[in-house]
T-cell receptor, first 110, second 112 residues
Framework: QKEVEQNSGPLSVPEGAIASLNCTYS??????FFWYRQYSGKSPELIMSIYSNGDKEDGRFTAQLNKASQYVSLLIRDSQPSDSATYLC??????????FGTGTRLTIIP | ETGVTQSPTHLIKTRGQQVTLRCSSQ?????VSWYQQALGQGPQFIFQ???????GRGNFPPRFSGLQFPNYSSELNVNALELDDSALYLC???????????FGQGTRLTVV
């Protein structure tokens, strides 16, 4: 079993719709969860952090965490063409490395 | 506040050569982690430095080495380059080994 699993996509979503990105992880000791956005040829950019079960909203982005199910998701509302990128899920612990999934490639269709 | 900066941005080396990549951490950050990202994959952890000491290492051979300086900048050295070392090398900085990390723009290494 991979440590972090994401659907590689590509996930195609019409402009203005909600994009839903999912991630499962195997390390039950993970305490922090991060979503990074990576444009083609660029480095990852941190867009969301979540530490507690439930939802966390930041603008058009909502992260959802369920530690019991070892599941974290990212919702993007009102999707824009500029949201087209690869989204990386990364659970982490204090004093340890981040473990990344392979990422989900998202394409917003105008 | 300055962000994480890496140099060079692109590099082409010949198999068997050695390379040094450099990273300046974000202002106020004392922890630097290095990752290797092959095409189509997620970043893979190489090692982390905290206050000039190695604080964890991933599954990479000893020819990958590094160090951190008193100003918390860092270097990644790779000896005896192999074709499979071709990748995007990412440096990320954080505070006190916290996992919330911020990446530099990366160094694209091509080994021919």
């Amino acid at each position: 079993q991979k440590e972090v699993e994401q659907n590689s996509g590509p996930l195609s979503v019409p402009e203005g719709a909600i994009a839903s990105l999912n991630c499962t992880y195997s390390d039950r000791g993970s305490q922090s969860f991060f979503w990074y956005r990576q444009y083609s040829g660029k480095s990852p950019e941190l867009i969301m952090s979540i530490y507690s079960n439930g939802d966390k909203e930041d603008g058009r982005f909502t992260a959802q965490l369920n530690k019991a199910s070892q599941y974290v998701s990212l919702l993007i509302r009102d999707s824009q063409p500029s949201d087209s990128a690869t989204y990386l899920c990364a659970p982490g612990r204090v004093d340890e490395k981040l473990t990344f999934g392979t990422g989900t490639r998202l394409t917003i269709i105008p | 506040e300055t962000g994480v900066t890496q140099s060079p941005t692109h590099l082409i080396k010949t198999r068997g050569q050695q390379v040094t990549l450099r990273c300046s951490s974000q202002s106020g950050h004392n922890t630097v982690s290095w990752y290797q990202q092959a095409l189509g994959q997620g970043p893979q952890f190489i090692f982390q430095y905290y206050r000039e000491e190695e604080n964890g290492r991933g599954n990479f051979p000893p020819r990958f080495s590094g160090l951190q300086f008193p100003n918390y900048s860092s270097e990644l050295n790779v000896n005896a380059l192999e074709l499979d070392d071709s990748a995007l090398y990412l440096c990320a900085s954080s505070w006190d080994r916290r996992p919330e990390a911020f990446f530099g723009q990366g160094t694209r290494l091509t080994v021919v």
